[in-house]
Nanobody, 119 residues
Framework: QVQLVESGGGLVQAGGSLRLSCEAS????????MGWYRQAPGKQREVVAA??????NYADSVKGRFTISKDNGQNTVYLQMTSLKPEDTAVYYC??????????????WGQGTQVTVSS
């Protein structure tokens, strides 16, 4: 089993920055894929950014403003968000595709952290 703990959300003014963190713990062998998703009120959850073998991908809406990175030694993924806009307001979730000892690869989600951008 893998547990994901997120931190770093909050309230920020438009144009500001926030850094989200998500740390995984458990009997982890490897985490090939890490990503961030978000869900705004009344909308479907959408992918924001992902990293796989060092290759990053971003939603068009956040390209040039958000950066995903990871610390392999700590099983942690980060999302640096800059030039935030009110439309970035959402609950942000991390997701990791992880292989654990004695088990097959599975997907795990964090509990979510609220990001609110005021205009």
């Amino acid at each position: 089993q893998v547990q994901l703990v997120e931190s770093g959300g909050g309230l920020v003014q438009a144009g500001g920055s926030l850094r989200l963190s998500c740390e995984a713990s458990g009997s982890i062998v490897s985490i090939p894929i890490m990503g961030w998703y978000r869900q705004a009120p009344g909308k479907q959850r959408e992918v924001v950014a992902a990293i796989y073998r060092g290759i990053t991908n971003y939603a068009d809406s956040v390209k040039g403003r958000f950066t995903i990175s990871k610390d392999n030694g700590q099983n942690t993924v980060y999302l640096q968000m800059t030039s935030l806009k009110p439309e970035d307001t959402a609950v942000y979730y991390c997701k990791m595709t992880a292989q654990t000892m004695g088990a097959s690869i599975a997907e795990y989600w964090g509990q979510g952290t609220q990001v609110t951008v005021s205009s």
